[in-house]
């Protein structure tokens, strides 16, 4: 079975700008997670999308915001980048079929803010 | 405030012998634990996991430790390999949807684990 894909792998961009990253589960896995990377904070919750629908979301400000279309895949959108924001951007995906969860992470990707 | 602590950015363990890696929490809503390794660059592979109605379970070289009176969980690889050198992360969730799933993971910061031969 194919394990967690994301695109792009690295990706640069500038201040100001805006980036969409993209996550592909596991197939049959239902429930897509995002967390941030950093060498400071480590690795922080974003949000998580179940069936379409934005199910939890962590201490991120506006600015960071996602989606899931109904084949499972996300992306996820940061708006207004600021040098901060440099990254690794991981996903995670579960089969969320009922008690405890495992997730299973992507290879992320990495994003430097210039 | 730091809901996982790692309290061990690091850790080195001769080939052969036992690593012991610690894991404490704050959180008494925490009731899914996980460990996770993780390779520069790359995302963290899944270990092994423990539900907190357990205080043991064992895969392999793995096992983990659940004391949940002291908040604390240790992860034991024995015999510890060269391959094993990477940054352990300790997770934690608290299950919140009446049809399951997982709660956001909260992470600890990691160990470095290295393996001296």
């Known amino acids: 079975k194919a394990g967690v894909t994301q695109t792009p792998r690295y990706l640069i961009k500038t201040r100001g700008q805006q980036v969409t990253l993209s996550c592909s589960p596991i197939?049959?896995?239902?429930?897509v997670s995002w967390y941030q990377q950093t060498p400071g904070q480590g690795l922080q919750f974003l949000f998580e999308y179940f069936s379409e629908t934005q199910r939890n979301k962590g201490n991120f400000p506006g600015r960071f915001s996602g989606r899931q279309f109904s084949n499972s895949r996300s992306e996820m959108n940061v708006s207004t980048l600021e040098l901060g924001d440099s990254a690794l951007y991981l996903c995670?995906?579960?089969?969320?079929?009922?008690?405890?969860?495992?997730?299973?992470f992507g290879p992320g990707t990495r994003l430097t803010v210039l | 405030d730091q809901q996982v602590k790692q309290n061990s950015p690091s850790l080195s363990v001769q080939e052969g012998r036992i690593s012991i890696l610690n894991c404490d929490y704050t959180n008494s809503m925490f009731d899914y634990f996980l460990w996770y390794k993780k390779y520069p660059a790359e995302g963290p592979t899944f270990l092994i996991s423990?539900?907190?109605?357990?205080d043991k379970n064992e895969d392999g070289r793995f096992t983990v430790f659940l004391n949940k009176s002291a908040k604390h969980l240790s992860l034991h690889i024995v015999p510890s390999q060269p391959g094993d050198s990477a940054v352990y992360f300790c997770a934690a969730s608290a299950s919140k949807y009446s049809g399951g799933g997982a709660d956001g993971l909260t992470f600890g910061k990691g160990t470095h684990l290295i393996i001296q031969p």
């Open positions: 197939s049959g896995h239902r429930s």
């Open positions: 423990i539900s907190s109605i357990k």
């Open positions: 995670a995906s579960s089969s969320s079929a009922g008690g405890p969860d495992t997730q299973y």
